[in-house]
């Protein structure tokens, strides 16, 4: 069966410090793999997603960016943070049939991340 | 463009008693929609999806919803609510061109009350 990891849970980070999180899954090859930030416990926004290694695609303009360099390994960061990047960071995966279709997406148990 | 709406911020249920989420879409093309749950400080958990075919489909933990294509909407229900089923759920929806982008709605607050 497939597993999904993201660490760390938790991380308080100043503001303009760099940002490294990551996600890791297991049991399955050449998966989507999806970032999305939750704001105030609701409505999730993708972020970035990517269909494989060295693949990213950005949906939102803004202070972060995303790597594959692995193909279960999908990584977050961010060279300077800005107050309004806390929030709830969800990776989540789904199966790779050539679009991302009908696949269901499996989320990771998020990061939280606090800028202060 | 596609969207998901949630028209309930909460929903408030006693134990044993049918609960319903509700959950309208809007998308060009034919949907695909799925529920989720949420649990305090936790990712999110698959609960059913509609693809194609019966317009009622089971999922997970005793959920089930039903999809309406005139009404475009996929209510989430539950025959006798668990005090456990208290949670965040969202209701999402992609179109069937082969995109990547789901929209997610704003989530719905269940309380079930002893």
């Known amino acids: 069966s497939q597993t999904i990891h993201q660490w760390p849970a938790t991380l308080v980070q100043p503001v303009g410090s760099p940002l490294s999180l990551e996600c890791t899954v297991e049991?399955?090859?050449?998966?989507?793999l999806y970032w999305y930030r939750q704001a105030a416990g609701r409505g999730l926004q993708l972020l970035f997603y990517?269909?494989?290694?060295?693949?990213i695609s950005s949906e939102v303009p803004q202070n972060l960016s995303a790597s594959r360099p692995q193909d279960r390994q999908f990584i977050l960061s961010s060279k300077k943070l800005l107050l309004s990047d806390s929030g709830f960071y969800l990776c989540?995966?789904?199966?790779?049939?050539?679009?991302?279709?009908?696949?269901?997406?499996?989320f990771g148990p998020g990061t939280r991340l606090l800028v202060l | 463009a596609q969207s998901v709406a949630q028209p309930e911020d909460q929903v408030n249920v006693a134990e044993g008693n049918p609960l319903t989420v509700k959950c309208t879409y809007s998308?060009?093309?034919?949907?695909?929609l799925f529920w989720y749950v949420q649990y305090p400080n936790r990712g999110l958990q698959f609960l059913l999806k509609?693809?194609?075919?019966?317009?009622l489909v089971k999922g997970s933990y005793g959920f089930e919803a039903e999809f309406n294509k005139s009404q475009t909407s996929f209510h989430l229900k539950k025959p006798s609510a668990l005090v456990s089923d208290s949670a965040l759920y969202f209701c999402?929806?992609?179109?069937?061109?082969?995109?990547?982008?789901?929209?997610f709605g704003a989530g719905t607050r269940l309380f079930v009350k002893a």
């Open positions: 989540a995966w789904s199966f790779n049939s050539g679009g991302a279709g009908r696949e269901t997406q499996y």
């Open positions: 990517s269909v494989g290694i060295g693949q």
């Open positions: 509609y693809i194609t075919g019966d317009n």
């Open positions: 998308v060009s093309g034919n949907p695909y």
């Open positions: 049991g399955t090859s050449n998966p989507n």
């Open positions: 999402a929806v992609r179109d069937n061109t082969g995109g990547f982008k789901t929209i």
